[in-house]
């Protein structure tokens, strides 16, 4: 199940939503460039075994693995989601409060799994835990709005006009489950998926979106 475009209309340009969509790609291109790519990421990626809570230095890693990402496919999922639902989470909240709530979604989202694999040397790179913030705010601001999906029938491919609630809360179970089954490989299942950074995302988005909804109909 893949979402292509949603029919929810927007008030403001989402030109937030387009900065970070062009910074990240904008630091994939210098991953390319790099001599040794493999190695670039290594040196930019969070690395849970070389955090440390009382090194200041460490946090910066947090941010940098953000907008990094491992290949084109990894890349092109992760920023067609943030096209899709980033634009009218973006309207919902305001541009600055926006960025603010993208960025700390991300953090929120690599603690997420660090939590769960502290000492793994395994490096955590991608805006999936971020993307799945704004994934979770649009659930609860757009729920109800509908989204063009692509859907595997069988063996055939097909576009169906299903609600936001049915995407993303299919999206969110398939993470939730997976994240189960990942705590009976090595490490927390971090050689792959970061399936607790999708949901501990996820969370915290559909969480501060009900806060702040409360919050305007008070």
């Known amino acids: 199940m893949f979402p292509l475009y949603d029919n929810t209309p927007r008030r403001s340009f989402p030109w937030v939503n387009y900065l970070i969509i062009a910074v990240t790609i904008a630091v994939f291109l210098v991953q390319l460039g790099a001599p040794d790519m493999e190695a670039f990421i290594l040196k930019y990626a969070f ?111 097909t576009v169906v006009d299903l609600s936001a609630s049915v995407v993303l809360g299919y999206w969110f179970l398939m993470q939730v489950l997976s994240s189960l089954v990942s705590l009976a490989a090595v490490d927390g299942g971090q050689g792959g998926v970061a399936f607790f950074a999708h949901v501990g995302g996820f969370a915290f988005g559909y969480l501060l979106a009900r806060l702040t909804a409360q919050r305007a109909a008070v």
Do not use: C
């Open 47 to 157: 690395v849970p075994s070389h955090f440390s809570f009382f090194n200041p230095q460490s946090y910066q890693y947090v941010l940098y693995s953000i907008f990094l990402h491992g290949s084109i496919l990894h890349i092109v999922s992760n920023l067609w989601f943030l096209r899709v639902f980033g634009d009218n989470v973006e309207d919902a909240m305001g541009h600055f409060k926006y960025l603010l709530f993208y960025l700390l979604g991300g953090i929120i989202a690599v603690f997420s799994q660090y939590l769960v694999a502290p000492h793994t040397s395994i490096p955590m790179i991608g805006a999936s835990g971020a993307i799945s913030a704004v994934s979770g705010a649009y659930f609860v601001y757009f729920r109800n709005s509908r989204v063009k999906t692509l859907v595997a029938l069988l063996v055939i491919w």
